[in-house]
């Protein structure tokens, strides 16, 4: 009997595709680009910013604490980006073109090609937030001396903020057209973020009702609050309570909202499976 | 030995309120290299597709293989090429074929000796290096053809194989399916092409509104000969005398069309009308093209769509 590997078999087809249509190269460069904007303006603002010895050693602190969270916020958005748009037209642009039905005339599961895809994207996904969050905290401390606390555990959540949102991008590629899931898969990102703001007024200004409808936002998108558990857990205490900056929530989700994004992932992938075996090709 | 390899019974399609297919049913032997006729739109894609497990049936059922239609392991025994065949053009000629051995379970040394005679065989061996975005349309259809035969299926569905290929592709084709037959595979064959189907093909269905309505056995083809007799008597009694050789006896104006089983019958027609004496003017046999079946059998007022 022949052994059909075909989860490595779609693993190894998509990350061909991926190399060959120059995304990972594309993601890699302007990471770099990114990286280099960075440096160089901590490198000009540490050099010719505020005269040593004017500042304290704590506000110092500080100050360098909102520059590397400004920046990994805006690794955010880039990662962000990168797990709705990565597979956004994998599943649709290959059952549109013909090319599925060669594939899955083959020996082989549906849920093997979703879920192979699926594996490709979220590790790729993985070393592009390794790349980003990790290089920027690394020339931060190359620059400054700053030196980032509870690293891990603020990119594993990302991990797995950018990891539902592929997810709903997956899913959204079995039912629909490539822009449609675009679109819908990106607006699932935005109103979770406008959600969190929701939540966050609710909070600051003492009603109630509005903090409500920000948790219900985050259960069904849970994105933001994901970014927001991050964003809490890397600064330090002091400086989360007092929320001086934009980057410190108001308030901070529950650590199940964590057990709630892997049901999540799971639910979504499940839903994906089905549909796309039941799909027409 | 098992020596149905494709039986329906009913099966059926329906895309919303669209029905594609409403009613297959064939059975297809073993060896047998089948053609399926009918005209654009009729639910013949459909078919290939339900068979194959890419499109669910909405009813109706069917054994492929011997086993339930859409049963995975199944598959690696066929082979399939698509309608409009493509595939991600980024890939070389050879990785488009690689993935596909290894998603039927081909490794290693045997895939890649397989991989060199196929590309041999379609005549793609120089242009394996370079992707399908520089491929010309039959260079691609080809490199379908190759995909379809790399795992030696026993069964190879091909939907109008020979479309975008030019006259020396098409030659190929026709040798493939030939090779396949006399390694005892089985071929279900989707064309218009009749010419090239009544070349190919041991038994046609004509498939018209997602309905199989006609069989035909294209090599012991015997409803398929038909006689044209000119005669100076062409009375009752004449025309059941002719009877006894021949079925479907008509008067067609002062012609008589019989259809006879085999052709030996003609000269025994030839010899029963002398003796009883009547004068003959014209006697001639001829196979009734598949055209002319498909004409007769699909009705002139058949409007593709
Ligand atoms: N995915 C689909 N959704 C809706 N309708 C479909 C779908 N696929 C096929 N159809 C419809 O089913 C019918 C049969 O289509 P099919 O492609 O099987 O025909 P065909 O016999 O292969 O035609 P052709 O000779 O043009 O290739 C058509 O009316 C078509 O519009
Ligand atoms: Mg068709």
Redesign the interface.
């Known amino acids: ?6 989860l ?2 779609i693993a ?2 998509t990350w ?2 991926a190399r ?2 120059r995304i990972v190269l594309a993601g890699l460069l302007c990471g770099l680009a990114f990286l280099l904007v960075f440096a160089s303006s901590v490198y000009f603002a540490q050099h010719y910013g505020t005269p040593a010895g004017t500042v304290s050693l704590l506000q110092q602190q500080m100050q360098l604490q909102v520059v590397t969270l400004a920046g990994l916020y805006a690794v955010n958005f880039l990662v962000v980006a990168l797990a709705v748009m990565l597979p956004v037209d994998s599943l649709s642009g290959e059952i549109l ?3 599925m ?9 549906r849920a093997e090609i979703v879920i192979g895809k699926w594996l490709v994207y979220w590790v790729i996904i993985a070393a592009y937030i390794v790349l980003l969050a990790g290089g920027l905290v690394l020339l931060m401390r190359l620059i400054t001396g700053f030196t980032q606390q509870h690293l891990p555990v603020a990119l594993a959540l990302m991990w797995l903020e950018a990891t539902v949102l592929l997810s709903v991008s997956i899913a959204g590629g079995v039912c629909f057209t490539t822009v449609t899931n675009g679109i819908i898969a990106f607006s699932f990102y935005v109103v979770a973020f406008f959600g969190g703001w929701i939540e966050q007024i609710g909070v600051m200004m003492g009603n109630a009702s509005a903090r409500y409808v920000g948790t219900v936002i985050s259960l069904v998108s849970p994105t933001d609050a994901l970014w927001r558990l991050a964003m809490h857990l890397i600064q330090p205490p002091a400086m989360a309570q007092v929320q001086v900056t934009p980057f410190s929530p108001a308030s901070v989700p529950s650590a199940a909202m964590v057990w709630w994004a892997v049901a999540f992932v799971i639910g979504v992938l499940a839903i994906a499976v089905r549909r796309f075996q ?1 799909r ?2 | 030995m098992m020596t149905t390899v494709i039986e329906t019974w009913a099966l059926r399609k329906q ?1 919303g309120s669209t029905v594609a297919v409403s009613d297959l049913s064939v059975c297809i032997r073993r060896g047998e290299v089948f053609g399926f006729l009918g005209p654009n739109g009729a639910g013949k894609t459909t078919s290939v ?1 339900m068979l ?5 049936p909405t009813s109706g059922g069917a054994t492929v293989l011997g086993a339930p239609v859409g049963d ?5 025994r ?1 082979g ?1 090429l ?1 309608e ?5 053009d ?2 070389t000629g050879r ?1 488009f074929l690689r ?2 051995g ?6 290693g040394a045997p895939l890649e000796r397989r991989i060199d005679d196929l590309l041999a065989r379609v005549h793609l061996l120089e242009a394996a290096h370079r ?1 399908l975005r520089q491929f010309s349309k039959g260079m691609v259809q080809r490199a ?1 053809l190759a ?1 379809a035969l790399i795992g030696e299926p026993e069964l190879v569905f091909l939907d109008e194989p020979t479309s975008g290929l030019d006259p020396l592709g098409r030659v190929l084709v026709r040798e493939l399916i030939e090779e396949l037959r006399a390694r005892g595979a089985t071929v279900f064959l989707n064309s218009h092409l009749l010419g090239e189907v009544e070349a190919t093909c041991d038994r046609v269905a004509f498939v018209k509104q997602g309905r199989t309505v006609h069989e035909l056995s294209l090599k012991e083809s015997t409803a398929a000969l038909e006689v044209e007799l000119k005669a100076d008597r062409t009375d009752s009694s004449t025309l059941n005398g002719l009877r006894n050789f021949a079925h479907d006896v008509r008067l067609d104006g002062s012609i008589v069309r019989l259809r006879v089983k085999s052709e030996n019958v003609v000269p025994e027609i030839a010899r029963w009308l002398v003796g009883q004496g009547i004068g003959i003017h014209g006697l001639g046999s001829r196979r009734k093209s598949l055209e002319e079946w498909f004409i007769e059998v699909m009705g002139e007022d058949q409007r593709p769509g």
């Open positions: 009997m022949r052994r059909v590997d075909g490595l078999t190894q087809l061909l595709e060959r249509r073109s013909g090319v039905q060669t594939i899955a005339s083959k020996p082989i599961r039941k027409a090709l | 895309f597709k194959l497990g890419l499109v669910e995975r392991s199944c598959r690696a066929m399939f698509p409009h065949f493509r595939f991600h980024s890939l990785e993935i596909h290894r998603l039927l379970g081909l490794h992707p379908g995909q």
